[in-house]
């Protein structure tokens, strides 16, 4: 089973501010199976990015993807009130599906 | 609208069991597949089980198999997962999401919440 660790495991940041968060895998994944999730509390996930670097439908273009093999990255160009969440990376392979444990984005 | 509803969750006692269910609206149920996916409290996602369009091919999480099952009702726009012999581990908010092509799940439920616990 492929391990996704996820860091920082929180980013303390303000509003406007840039953030950079990290998805690592225990082996090489396909870019095609790596996608981000937001999660706001008490709400379901939402897919951000997929394949990698491709944004899901209706995400603002301050957020993006990129990466390959076993590095990725998600980045906030400039955070918003409403980005503060919880951000997942997610990758499928081998007939299942693993998470990283999370980023929290904090003011 | 896209949406996906679940319900069934509630307390149940450990060695219990419970049928959750997912119904589907604004798309066409049968040309997705659709995946569980849970989330203990204060913790991270954890997949739990995957359904193809015709049920053909279905996978679980090494946590959930030979307890739970995974069905869908094409007919009906609905997915359940039956899920007996629970454990104080099951106890988290159960999520269906519909699985793309691509493999990612772009559209999640609001949850349902399953507590095991005597």
């Known amino acids: 089973e492929i391990v996704l660790t996820q860091s920082p495991g929180t980013l303390s940041l303000s509003p406007g501010e840039r953030a950079t968060l990290s998805c690592r895998a225990s082996q090489s994944v396909s870019t095609s199976y790596l996608a981000w999730y937001q999660q706001t509390p008490g709400q379901a996930p939402r897919l951000l990015i997929y394949?990698?670097?491709s944004r899901a439908t209706g995400i603002p273009d301050r957020f993006s993807g990129s990466g390959s093999g076993t590095d990725f990255t998600l980045t906030i160009s400039r955070l918003e009130p409403e980005d503060f969440a919880v951000y997942y990376c997610q990758q499928y392979g081998s007939s299942s599906w693993t998470f990283g444990q999370g980023t929290r984005v904090e003011v | 609208e896209v949406q996906l509803v679940e319900s069934g969750g509630g307390l149940v006692q450990p060695g219990g069991s419970l049928r959750l269910s997912c119904a589907a609206s604004g798309f066409t149920f049968s040309s997705y597949s659709m995946n569980w996916v849970r989330q203990a409290p204060g913790k991270g996602l954890e997949w739990v089980s995957f359904i193809s369009t015709s049920s053909s091919t279905i996978y679980y999480a090494d946590s959930v198999k030979g307890r739970f099952t995974i069905s869908r009702d094409n007919a009906k726009n609905s997915l359940y997962l039956q899920m007996n012999s629970l454990r104080a581990e099951d106890t988290a908010v159960y999520y269906c999401?519909?699985?793309?092509?691509?493999?990612?799940?772009?559209?999640w439920g609001k949850g349902t919440t399953v507590t095991v616990s005597s």
């Open positions: 394949g990698a670097s």
């Open positions: 999401a519909r699985v793309r092509r691509d493999y990612n799940m772009d559209v």
